[in-house]
């Protein structure tokens, strides 16, 4: 048996090394230097063994590991196994009475997750990306401009998605760690007399970098300068997480994913519109034809609900999610959310020190212990701005954050967030969003220390551990429905 294991690491390493190699050596010859002396022929053979051998490298990669994997990116998170279980059906035909029937109650029930009484959803088949496309074009026509922020990865593709369907973007950006500089806005706003700023794009919170937004205040400069603009907004991390008042803010529309806080597979963009955003659709001419709101509005008129084929066990798991979160009550589940962001912070960063100094003997002592467990820094640069789904943990220059990352999966079978982009390699990232209890925080929280630990930071194993149980064990209240 330890024969033959040994032949297994042997064989994925030969065929790792030579996929390398066989990489290397099809980037060489596609160059323009050497395209001319090489067959295509050669070519298409060379890039055939390159996709075996990375079928090869890949299936050994993705090998079982014993118990549960230990799910901590920021998406996709922890489905609920009654959520699976719902799931769990054959497939039914969606024309008939019982499918709409489902829908339309699904509908009423989503606009309580956005908080508003006026907004209509739209559940498309689709991702965050998909459901960043139907806010656009349902509402913009090319050329408009618009106010876009630039803080991390998510808000860049965005903007990328935004100049690629040719809107006249107005990009405002900030460092990464920041939040989106509404000074700024403020400025842009106030000199657009004329208003021929269409819309304001934000992301709600970019997962990137831990950072959420004030739209409360985008919204308030709106007002006070009287401006028309729409007002959509990114909620794929926050919406069912992070406190989210679509009607009280004015948010024109907003957008969330199944794969985050919701805790269902990846595959549902659910959209929410407001009145004036539906009037929009009527002079928006962008092209757009499985996106179109129209198409949907139409069949929610005949009462059938649906222009195309939409994923029935989705719907069922919908269903189960929500009744999840209405069981536990939204207000609770957004606090769920901040008590478990608080822990995870208490746990890293000596950038709470002013904060233990302002608390009393007591909690200074606490809080004392889990700074001094780690004393590393937040990726977010002021607390304003901290996420409570979310936290990008920086490593001192010595250490590869994408090594934490990979050490993590491999040895301890934990799944925390890369670094991406500006600061892959920088930061790795602790997902604390959707169906999510303390005790299964604490563990990650210690599978994080293990690792810090194997890379060579000197962590001292179990204090940090500790504090953020004192903390929880302090602030956690009964289960609701179980009192």
Known sequence: MRKDGNLRINQFLFDYLTYEVVSLLAERISSESV??????????????????????????????????????????????????????????????????????????DVKKIFKTTSGTPFLIPTTGTGAWESALTNTLSPGDRIVSFLIGQFSLLWIDQQQRLKFNVDVVESDWGQGANLDVLASKIAEDTAHTIKAICIVHNETATGVTNNLATVRKILDHYQHPALFLVDGVSSICALDFRMDEW????????????????????????????????????????????????????????????????????????????????????????????????????????????????????????????????????????????????????????????????????????LGLNKVAGKVFRIGHLGNLNELQLLGCLAGVEMVLKDVGYPVKLGSGVAAASAFLQNSTPLIPSRI
Not at 52 to 73: A, E, I, Q, S
Not at 99 to 104: G, R, S, V
Not at 374 to 397: H, M, R, Y
């Open 35 to 108: 395209k001319v002396k090489t067959g295509i022929e050669e070519l298409q053979l060379i890039n055939s063994i390159r996709i075996t051998l990375r079928f090869r490298v890949d299936k050994m990669d993705y090998v079982n590991g014993p118990g549960r994997n230990h799910l901590f990116v920021p998406g996709p998170v922890n489905i609920p196994d009654q959520v699976i279980r719902a799931m769990s059906r054959n497939n039914e035909d969606y024309r008939s009475p019982a499918i709409p029937a489902l829908t339309k109650v699904l509908l009423e």
């Open 250 to 417: 004015g948010v024109d529309v907003a957008l969330t994913g199944s794969q985050k806080a919701l805790s269902l597979p990846t595959g549902m963009g659910i959209v929410c519109a407001s009145p004036k955003a539906l009037e929009a659709t009527k002079t928006a001419k962008s092209v757009r034809v499985f996106f179109d709101w129209n198409d949907y509005l139409k069949f929610y008129k005949l009462g059938t609900y649906w222009p195309y084929t939409p994923s029935i066990q989705l719907l069922y798991g919908l269903r189960a999610a929500l009744d999840l979160l209405f069981e536990e009550g939204l207000d609770n589940v957004i606090a769920r959310h901040g008590r478990l962001a608080k822990a995870t912070r208490y746990n890293i960063f000596l950038t709470l020190l002013l904060f233990i100094q302002a608390c009393s003997y007591e909690s200074c002592d606490l809080f004392l212990l889990a700074v001094e467990a780690w004393g590393l820094k937040n990726c977010t640069q002021k607390e304003e701005w901290f996420s409570d789904t979310v936290t990008a943990v920086i490593v001192p220059s010595y250490i590869d954050s994408s090594e934490i990352v990979r050490r993590a999966w491999k040895r301890y079978n934990l799944s925390l967030g």
